[in-house]
């Protein structure tokens, strides 16, 4: 593994509070759709003790592609999904729940990671001393990071509010908490939120950037999971590029992104451009929009936890 893979970031190791992490997600199909799997594993590794991938039945080299990671601390687990279960995105839940239940026994803390999301090496110190100063305090059940969404390109993010802002990425390493729902978040049984702590750091979602090409792959495969094949036929285009102009709003990125990132930034193929002045929203969207801009509170927002300060 090249060391571009690897973060430069890595925490002390005198600062370390004894404690086991187990990394999980879930992979089926990553290549054809161009996930950015690799990066997203390696984004968190260095934080983790073990990492399971559940690598589901693929057509594509999926599961090739995933042993080609070849490293000591990832554990692949092969499972099969039950494509009937489409209402709601369901199948994704239960995939996320089979790795859950494949990690070490032992693990204090469960890191989940999508397979389009990443982590910035400056937020990996962050995490850990979230993780170990709520290690012994079993209020707290879970960690909740902000979001960047990217869309189009590397160089624009969402702000409007089709966009969550927070959602839980660690968890206690409980049998009672459960992936709810798409997999977005979780939940404890019998379907309680979880009382969640801010670990102050940020999850780079990277779900809307890659060529129109993959992207319109992307798409094909996420509809699936949610409509029958009725539904695909009727409502969700047959067209070979994904039209990125159908967007509400999006705001400039100035930031950086993690290391990991670099290489796939640097073999970007396509171009996207966006007036981040347009605006295509309603009245009502705009203000509520507005009210957020100005305030920093959005509106009726939904929320899978219940986020307390400690």
Not at 61 to 67: A, K, P, S, Y
Not at 126 to 143: C, S, T
Not at 192 to 206: E, F, I
Request: charged share 25%; hydrophobic share 35%; aromatic share 14%.
């Amino acid at each position: 593994m090249s060391a571009g893979c690897r973060s430069a970031h890595r925490p002390p190791a005198t600062a370390f509070i004894k404690m086991y992490v187990s990394g999980f997600t879930i992979a089926r199909n990553v290549v054809k759709a161009d996930y950015p799997l690799r990066e997203a594993v390696f984004s968190i590794l260095d934080l983790c003790d073990e990492f399971v991938i559940a690598v589901g039945n693929s057509d594509d080299g999926t599961l090739e592609f995933v042993q080609s990671f070849n490293y000591p601390k990832i554990k692949i687990i092969e499972t099969v999904w039950d494509d009937k279960l489409r209402t709601g995105g369901r199948v994704l839940a239960v995939e996320t729940d089979k790795a859950k239940a494949a990690v070490n026994p032992k693990a204090d803390w469960l890191f989940y990671i999508q397979a389009d999301e990443c982590v910035h090496e400056k937020d990996l110190p962050v995490i850990r001393a979230a993780m170990e100063k709520h290690l012994n305090n079993h209020q707290v059940e879970g960690l909740l990071f902000d979001y960047l969404h990217f869309y189009g390109s590397y160089d624009y993010v969402g702000d409007s509010r089709r966009w969550y802002r927070h959602e839980i990425r660690v968890i206690r390493n409980r049998s009672d908490i459960f992936s709810y729902r798409d997999a977005q978040g979780f939940r404890k049984l019998p379907n309680d939120k979880l009382t969640v702590a801010s670990c102050g750091a940020k999850m780079y979602h990277y779900g809307w950037v890659k060529h129109p090409d993959a992207q319109q792959q992307k798409q094909l495969q996420f509809h699936r999971l949610w409509h029958n094949d009725e539904y695909m036929e009727k409502k969700v285009a047959a067209a070979d590029t994904f039209d990125y102009s159908n967007i509400d709003s999006l705001q400039k990125f100035n930031g950086t992104h993690p290391a990991v990132l670099q290489d796939r930034i640097a073999r970007m193929n396509w171009s996207f451009d966006f007036d981040i002045s347009r605006k295509k929203m309603g009245l009502k969207s705009r203000f509520l929009h507005w009210i957020e801009q100005k305030t920093g509170w959005r509106v009726g927002e939904y929320r899978n936890y219940r986020l307390k300060q400690f």
